[in-house]
Each structure stands twice: as structure tokens, then as C-alpha cells.
């Protein structure tokens, strides 16, 4: 762990003598006195621990709360990312196991302030992802404290074996990165004030595989009243659990999650727990587990997600909190390929059973093109769209917080072409930061501007409406109200309802014909 010290004498003096109009660059936490730096008029903490390195021992084991440290902790250089493959290459000078920090952007003068919070958890597929880049500058310059946190993943966040599950006293294995998470919130909760935050007015917010990472929190008890509002961009957790990952965003359980360890054991050739933790991550970064969509995930284990969440939500065993929530009009494209019309059909048949028909009605191919079409919006709806107006109907029958959903369509008209079906997956990221990929144009900058608004409206209200944004209104089932955001916002009904409908039938069959083997 990099550690800068400097004598707590000189910290204190300092942090003492700060100017009153300045931002906060010195503070003082649980552990100890940090020191971070001021960048673009905001007091910025890059790196800082909230857990013992996940390293030795500590590999493949609970995080482990940091001790205090002596003196001044320097944060003015961001963290390693944790281990991964970049597309086709691996780096492993960009990545260390020594991975479990914080960054915290701050607009406060004083730690009297108590700004919102917003808490970004990075996608990634659970497999990659980095936290590293000043992405929440845009919304620190808003009045929001904007942390971002970093988490194992891959097979050092999701691993499961029956060796792994015999040495933890709960008997079960898996879920590192999401405890990781739970661990960075509690250490949010407890420190943000330090930073001019307001440890009452906490929202999470992910996209994609960050976007599943916050319908977990909101269902696990160990994530209690560490949060007040989520923001959950293409991403849910409603699919059924089995014992295999199947319909692109189920989940296994324990038994299929140590069954899937032990197949990866297998094929990077370790023969013990003992040889897996001796060997370095470079090791089996390439194996298909750590690099493929839907490879290493979360499970039910009991513990951290504690059944179908589903099943959670519809019996009421949530955590209530604030919702806004929503997908993207082309969410599937980029994560399927064209195919003849008689692998399509043998596809559909061999997934969806006794709803093969009336699936190959809803999503009709008579070319390779249509396919591709049919494909698509397929994994658009199992992966993100139901699992999303899933979880809005289901809290909203039991809650009383503010539930808001938004639909994603817009594609500028340079993109038109590359982008004929509508926004893809991750296209709105570079909207909701203003971080954009190129120069914008006016009309980028106005879907930018009314986006980063209704967010941050949201973590400091709990409510997206306020000056400068279109009204939009709470979510409930009978008018299914959504916000479609384009060049031209409007409010429209549940888009693909029908769809949605028939994905809605076929889950309910296949929790009738599924059943955890572990309940």
C-alpha cells in the first residue's frame, strides 16, 4: 500500500490553518489525516484505502477494515486498477491486487456544508472496469461530494469452491467484490463528512454491470441504511436462479457458482486453493471465465444476496430507497452477432422451451440482417429492459419512495448511421457526465445538461424536476410514465410493452420449472 507520510504536527497545523474560502484539500478520517490536492476548483482524494490490500492470505477473503495510520496520508495520485484484461491485451503494470480505494471529489469549503453524496460504481461486466478517471468532476462543480470506488473483480471478485466455502465460517464463497462495495459504502458513511458531505443524503448510482451491482445493494441486508437513492443506468437483477447463468443476466447459486470454480481451477491447472493463491493473476487473466460476458458474477449465497431477488422484492425484503431508474433503446447490439435464420431458430428453441413460438413471433427473422435485429432486442429486454420495469413495479407495489424511470434514445445525427437502431449500450455515459467522445454539438450539450440536472436534482431531493428540466413525473404501474430522453424529451408509456409482457410469462415458467437446489 503506497503510503506518503509526513508528521502529524505539520498536519495538523495545516489543516487547522486552511483558508475558510478555499476547498477542503486536508482532512481527517477514521484512519487518520489525509492530504489530497485541488484540481478545476475542487478538493480531490485520489486513493484512498478503505480496506486492508485483498492480497496473500487476504485473497479470496472478506475485506478486512484498514487500521489507523500514523502521520498525513498523500492522495494525489490515483490507484492501480484492479487485475483484468483490456480487450485483447493484458497490462499487468496497470494493475495490482492492492486494489480497494476511493476516490472522493469535493466542491465544500467547510465540513460543515453537508452537500449530497453521489457514490458511482463502475460496470465492467463484473469482470473489468476502472474508477480511475475524473469522470464526477462535472457534478462536483453542481454541489454534489462525487465518490467513485474500486472492487475486485473477475475471478479475485466472484470465485466460489468448495475449498473456499469449507474455511469461511458462513460456508460460502464468491461475492468479494460486492462485500467490497458494501465495505466502501460503510467507510462513505462514516467518513464523508470529513469531505463537506451529508451522510443522510447518500445516492448510488451505476451503469451496466454497476447499474446490477445497485439492484443488489438495494436488495442485501448488509447494505441497510448505508444509502438513501439509488440511479441504476441499463441494469437489474430479476432473473431466476439456477445452478447455470442463462437468458444473459441470470444468476447461479451456490452449488453452480463452486461448480464453475472448480471447472476454471481445472483449466489454469491449479490443483489446491493453496497453488491458486500462490499463483499471480497474470496466470489465468486470459482464460474465457475472466474474460467473457456473463463469465465470473455475483451468487446467491445466502449471506450478501440472500435469494431470487425476485422473490425478495415481490414478498417485500428490500431496502427501501429512492429509485430512478432506466435503459437504453438498443441496448443488445453491441453484445450480439448476426446469425443464419436456422441457428437463430434453434437458438430460440433451446432457451426459451414451450415460449419458443410465440418468441419467434415477437421477434420475427426471415435474414441474417433480421437476425441480428431479432437478436438484439432479445438481449435488450432479458438483459436490461425487464429486469428494469421488473424492479420498478415490484417496489412500487410495497414502497413509499419516489420511483422515476427513463427511457434513452437519442443518437446525434453524426451517429446515425453507425447507430441506426437507437442508443447503444453505454451511449448515455457520456451524456450523464458531459464527458463527451469528440467535440458536441449544441444539441449534445442540451440532452447533456438536462441529463446531469435531473441527476443531481435527484441525489440532493430525492426528485429529478426542478428549474431548467422538463417535468417528469413518478412512475406507477397504471401509467406507466416514462421519461424518453432525445433531442425532443417527451413522456411516452413503457415502450415494447408487449414484450416485456410475454419475458415477464416466460420467467414466471421458468421459476415454476427451476428451483434452487439449495432452499
Not at 484539500?25 to 489530497?36: C, H, S
Request: aromatic share 12%.
Amino acid at each position: 500500500m503506497k503510503k506518503i507520510l509526513l508528521t502529524l504536527t505539520v498536519a495538523v497545523c495545516t489543516i487547522v490553518g486552511a483558508a475558510a474560502q478555499s476547498v477542503i484539500t486536508r482532512t481527517t478520517v477514521e484512519q487518520g489525516a489525509l492530504e489530497g490536492v485541488e484540481e478545476n476548483g475542487l478538493g480531490v482524494f485520489k486513493a484512498i484505502p478503505y480496506a486492508k490490500p485483498p492480497v496473500g492470505e487476504l485473497r479470496w477473503r472478506p475485506p478486512v477494515k484498514l487500521e489507523k495510520w500514523e502521520g498525513v496520508y498523500k492522495t494525489d495520485q490515483y490507484a492501480k486498477m484492479p487485475p483484468q484484461q483490456q480487450g485483447r491485451q493484458t497490462d499487468a503494470s496497470r494493475w495490482s491486487e492492492d486494489c480497494l480505494y476511493i476516490n472522493v471529489m469535493t466542491p465544500a469549503k467547510s465540513k460543515e456544508e453537508k452537500l449530497p453524496v453521489m457514490v458511482w460504481i463502475h460496470g465492467g461486466g463484473f469482470i473489468t472496469g476502472n474508477y480511475t478517471s475524473p469522470m464526477g468532476t462535472n457534478f462536483a462543480k453542481r454541489g454534489v461530494v462525487f465518490v467513485s470506488i474500486a472492487y475486485r473483480t473477475g475471478a479475485l471478485g466472484f470465485l466460489a469452491l468448495p475449498e473456499l466455502s469449507a474455511e469461511s465460517e458462513r460456508g460460502i464463497s464468491g461475492n468479494y467484490g460486492l462485500m467490497d462495495q458494501i465495505m466502501a459504502l460503510e467507510w462513505v458513511k462514516n467518513n464523508i463528512a470529513a469531505f463537506g458531505g451529508d451522510a443522510d443524503r447518500i445516492t448510488i448510482f451505476g451503469e451496466s454491470a454497476g447499474a446490477i451491482a445497485v439492484s443488489m445493494l438495494c436488495a442485501s441486508p448488509l447494505a441497510k441504511g448505508l444509502f438513501h437513492a439509488a440511479i441504476s443506468q441499463s441494469g437489474g437483477s430479476f432473473c431466476p436462479v439456477d445452478s447455470v447463468r442463462t437468458n444473459n443476466n441470470g444468476i447461479r447459486d451456490m452449488k453452480g457458482a463452486e461448480a464453475y470454480g472448480v471447472e476454471f481451477m481445472k483449466r489454469i491447472g491449479a490443483s489446491s486453493l493453496k497453488e491458486l493463491r500462490e499463483m499471480s493473476p497474470e496466470a489465468w487473466i486470459g482464460d474465457t471465465a475472466s474474460t467473457g460476458v456473463g463469465g465470473f458474477w455475483p451468487t446467491v449465497d445466502g449471506y450478501v444476496i440472500t435469494d431470487d431477488q425476485y422473490k425478495l422484492y415481490r414478498n417485500g425484503h428490500f431496502n427501501d430507497v429512492h429509485l430512478l431508474i432506466g435503459t437504453n433503446s438498443d441496448e443488445g447490439s453491441m453484445f450480439v452477432r448476426p446469425s443464419s435464420v436456422e441457428e437463430y431458430v434453434a437458438e430460440v428453441k433451446r432457451d426459451y422451451g414451450p415460449f419458443a413460438d410465440r418468441m419467434l413471433k415477437a421477434y420475427p427473422a426471415t435474414t441474417e440482417q433480421e437476425t441480428f435485429a431479432a437478436r438484439s432486442d432479445i438481449f435488450r429486454e432479458t438483459a436490461f429492459a425487464w429486469p428494469t420495469y421488473t424492479w420498478a413495479e415490484l417496489q412500487g407495489k410495497a414502497s413509499r419512495k419516489n420511483i422515476y424511470l427513463y427511457y434513452f434514445d437519442y443518437v446525434p445525427e453524426r451517429m446515425q448511421a453507425r447507430s441506426p437502431r437507437g442508443a447503444g449500450h453505454a451511449a448515455d455515459l457520456q451524456y450523464v457526465f458531459g464527458t463527451f467522445w469528440g467535440e458536441p454539438s449544441a444539441e449534445d450539450r442540451a440532452v447533456s445538461e438536462m441529463m446531469m440536472r435531473s441527476w443531481v436534482n435527484f441525489a440532493t431531493t430525492f426528485n429529478p424536476n426542478g428549474e431548467g428540466v422538463p417535468e417528469w413525473p413518478e412512475y406507477n404501474a397504471k401509467k406507466a410514465t416514462v421519461m424518453h430522453i432525445k433531442a425532443q424529451t417527451a413522456l411516452i408509456t413503457r415502450p415494447n410493452a408487449d414484450k416485456l409482457e410475454l419475458m415477464e410469462e416466460f420467467y414466471k415458467w421458468k421459476r415454476g420449472q427451476y428451483k434452487n437446489t439449495n432452499r
